[in-house]
């Protein structure tokens, strides 16, 4: 019997994967760039000031799987108003299991 949120999962997938690699190219990117830059104007400001934006894009593409809403419920899967669990393998609101 296939699973009739197979297509909201794999579209999860989709997006928590692309986050992934969004967040990994945006921290080394952010480091060789800031590097890269320090080396430029030697001037101690310039990495944290050269590293923010990319620190903020990482928190901007993680917010998408983290909000994920759930097939059968609609609510985030992941968290609450209080609690947040990555890790979690059933929805923390009606207990649907992860696809
Ligand atoms: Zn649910």
């Known amino acids: 019997m296939s699973d009739p949120h197979e297509e909201h999962w794999r579209e999860y997938r989709r997006v928590y994967w692309r986050s992934m690699g969004l967040t990994v190219a ?3 990117g952010g480091g ?9 104007f030697r001037a101690p400001w310039v990495f944290p000031l050269a590293f923010v934006p ?16 759930c ?3 609609g609510e985030p899967f992941f968290s609450t108003w209080w609690y947040h669990n990555a890790f979690t ?9 992860k696809g």
């Open 54 to 69: 990319f620190v903020l894009a990482t928190i901007w593409v993680s917010q998408e799987p983290m909000r994920w809403p």
């Open 32 to 40: 060789i760039l800031s590097s890269v830059l320090s080396a430029a």
């Open 26 to 28: 945006f921290f080394f």
């Open 71 to 73: 097939p059968q419920c």
């Open 89 to 97: 393998k059933k929805c923390l609101h009606c207990g649907l299991p």
